[in-house]
């Protein structure tokens, strides 16, 4: 499988090339392997539409600029049409607060 090299605060990291996740959940699935389900499409629906709301509110209020808004409400509309349902693969159970869950959708 190809990867490219993304870089975070921890060093480098091999993403698989097709995935539109990064770093962080690429840690995330290393750190956390413990049930082997992935989030339930309510939960990923429910953190999208919250961003969403954020942008949109954010974008609205100028504390976001609306190019970064519009990509975001633009991926988060195709996520909530079903599209990128694939690329959701923190497992379920990962460790507490929903963090490593919140990076992959920010990174989708």
């Known amino acids: 499988m190809p990867f ?9 990291v091999d ?6 996740y990064g770093a962080q959940t690429v ?3 290393g750190n956390f392997p413990i049930s082997g389900l992935k ?9 999208v539409l919250i961003k969403k709301a954020a ?10 600029e609306p190019d970064t808004a519009r990509a975001i409400t633009t991926a988060a509309d195709e996520v909530l049409a079903g599209a990128l349902l694939d690329q959701f693969v923190v497992d ?3 460790a507490g607060a929903g963090t490593s869950h919140n990076m992959n959708v920010n990174e989708v």
């Open 92 to 94: 379920v159970y990962q």
């Open 4 to 12: 490219r090299s993304e870089q975070d605060p921890l060093g480098p």
């Open 55 to 64: 942008a949109t509110a954010n974008a609205a209020l100028d504390r976001l």
């Open 39 to 47: 989030a339930p499409l309510e939960l990923v629906s429910a953190t």
């Open 15 to 20: 993403v698989p090339i097709e995935a539109y």
């Open 27 to 29: 840690r995330a699935l």
